[in-house]
């Protein structure tokens, strides 16, 4: 589990010429598991809260929220550092108020195809991420296109599997024996 920063883009955060509710900051929940000796399966759902941005020229305030769901690949070749990709779906959603008193709070919910490339760094249970995340375009002229942005994560790992102990090489000998009981020294 672990937390999320999606920093804004200041075109995309331009109330003034059309824009959305851009940066934010959030939850996410991660699952991993190694399926060869190299690569793996990764899943990912993140809660996002975007900033709330105003446009006074307007009279209007803007706010969303976001949830998305990847899976995808990654590789286990080394312990500290890895790359990942993957694909998913965001669910964007987002409130336009009006400030000046006139009711016409408008808004949206829409999915958006979503593709990420990435890498990370993991210390212990410490995980460090970063990557780019390209989404689909709306297919709605009124509706903002989320566009490629760059997504942060910064997670603890709650559970991990125990990597399983090295066999030990056969002894020469057999097994070690236990010394006999009873006898001379060992009896009155």
Do not use: W
């Not at 060869?36 to 990764?42: D, F, Q, V």
């Amino acid at each position: 589990v672990g937390l999320s920063s999606l920093p804004g883009d200041p075109e995309r955060d331009n109330l003034s010429a059309g824009g959305s509710s851009g940066g934010g900051s959030g939850f996410t929940a991660l699952y991993e598991r190694k399926l060869a000796s190299s690569m793996g399966l990764t899943t990912r759902a993140e809660y996002m809260f975007h900033s709330e941005k105003e446009d006074f020229t307007n009279n209007i305030r803007v706010s969303g929220s976001e949830a998305l769901f990847l899976v995808g690949a990654r590789t286990f070749g080394s312990k500290t550092l890895h790359g990942r990709a993957g694909v998913g779906v965001s669910l964007y959603s987002e409130s336009v108020k009006n400030t000046a008193g006139v009711d016409l709070d408008t808004g949206f919910t829409r999915a958006y195809g979503v593709f990420e490339l990435g890498g990370g760094l993991n210390l212990g249970r410490v995980r460090f991420q970063m990557g780019v995340l390209f989404a689909t375009g709306p297919g709605d002229p009124n509706i903002p296109s989320l566009g490629t942005r760059f997504m942060g994560t910064f997670a603890i790992d709650l559970y991990r599997k125990a990597e399983p102990l090295p066999k030990s090489p056969p002894m020469p000998n057999g097994p070690p024996t236990a010394p006999p009981t009873g006898g001379a020294l060992g009896s009155r």
